[in-house]
């Protein structure tokens, strides 16, 4: 496949004055703007070699064959079908983008919802589905670079909608959600990063638990243990078993268990697995793992133990959005699912 020094971008246009001026601005952003003047050679462009592209600028009143007349309501309409069809077939979200000029609000309603997925904000920001050549095309320029860049972030996020949409519903912190990403993008796009630093993701791990955590707190399915979050015991308590110290004494007596047995073992791997000493606080030059990984990665030399937690913390956010409708009562939950014994140790 051939290789380019910039963002490739298809882009649908078919006056000959823009095509000329706008490009040179472009680059100074690091995006080549290859021009079509209608959607048919645009979507051909696209058939042949949709790896090239990372982003689409569609002109609303442009043309869909090349001997029609401009109609930004059908140019839009077969375009963003096309669009959404193309990505479904090559497995890859393609962000795409309407530049119009001037104030061209009649067009909104054309301009379907799938741009959420990559371009919310701007909307949220500016009341606008699309971007204005007169105003907005420096703006534009630079969301399409930084969205090429995440581009593998979009798309993982798309393949595990549910997963980020259950998390959102559960109200689980953006930073549990972008650990997870991390974890999920090489699973699918391996070239993103090798191995040795994939390995090094652990911490990521115990960042989603502590998050999932933290929220069960605020739900009242486990005491408050103050500002470190403490893994073993809220592990324990979850699976229905007390929380001890060290001399074995019970601090935290559970009355009934929050997670399902499948569950409960495979949080308890994940918990023995990761450093103890790693907090979603700190920094990120702690160490990653407990003492039983770097012996394992010597003789199995992988990244299968890392991805499979990642694929199991799926199904436990999944499963957490189905068990909190059912368990929704922050005051009931206190009192059914534990007991603190020893107040004065729960948060040392």
Not at 110 to 133: E, F, G, Q
Request: charged share 30%; aromatic share 10%.
């Amino acid at each position: 496949m051939k290789t380019y020094d910039l963002v490739q971008v298809l882009w649908v246009e078919d006056d000959p004055m823009v095509t000329e001026s706008y490009p040179l601005k472009a680059e100074s952003e690091g995006l080549e703007l290859v021009p079509y003047s209608c959607w048919d050679d645009a979507k051909k462009a696209l058939e042949e070699d949709f790896d090239r592209w990372s982003a689409i600028i569609l002109d609303a009143k442009c043309k869909q064959h090349k001997d029609s007349a401009d109609n930004a309501i059908k140019f839009l309409g077969e375009a963003l079908k096309d669009i959404s069809k193309l990505s479904e077939k090559k497995g890859r979200i393609l962000p795409w983008y309407v530049l119009t000029g001037g104030d061209e609000s009649f067009i909104s309603d054309s301009i379907n919802d799938d741009r959420d997925a990559w371009d919310a904000d701007w909307t949220k920001a500016s009341h606008k589905k699309y971007y204005s050549k007169n105003t907005d095309t420096g703006i534009l320029y630079k969301r399409i670079r930084a969205n090429a860049r995440k581009s593998d972030r979009l798309n993982v996020q798309d393949m595990y909608r549910n997963v980020f949409q259950a998390m959102e519903r559960c109200g689980i912190s953006d930073d549990a959600c972008n650990a997870l990403e991390d974890l999920l993008i090489p699973i699918h796009f391996p070239d993103s990063i090798d191995n040795k630093d994939y390995n090094d993701k652990f911490k990521k791990v115990r960042i989603v638990l502590e998050y999932l955590f933290r929220n069960m707190t605020k739900k009242g399915l486990l005491p408050d243990f103050g500002a470190r979050c403490n893994l073993q015991w809220s592990s324990c308590l979850l699976a229905g078993k007390p929380a001890r110290n060290r001399n074995r004494d019970v601090i935290v007596k559970s009355n009934n268990a929050v997670f399902p047995t499948l569950i409960s073992g495979i949080v308890k791997g994940m918990v023995n697995n990761v450093s103890t000493d790693v907090h979603s606080y700190e920094d990120d030059k702690e160490t990653f793992y407990g003492e039983n990984i770097p012996e394992y990665l010597k003789i199995v030399r992988t990244t299968n133990l890392l991805k499979s937690y990642a694929l199991q913390l799926c199904d436990i956010m999944l499963w957490y959005d189905w068990y909190l409708k059912r368990h929704n009562d922050e005051e009931i939950n206190a009192l059914n699912y534990w007991e603190v014994l020893k107040k004065e140790e729960l948060k040392k």
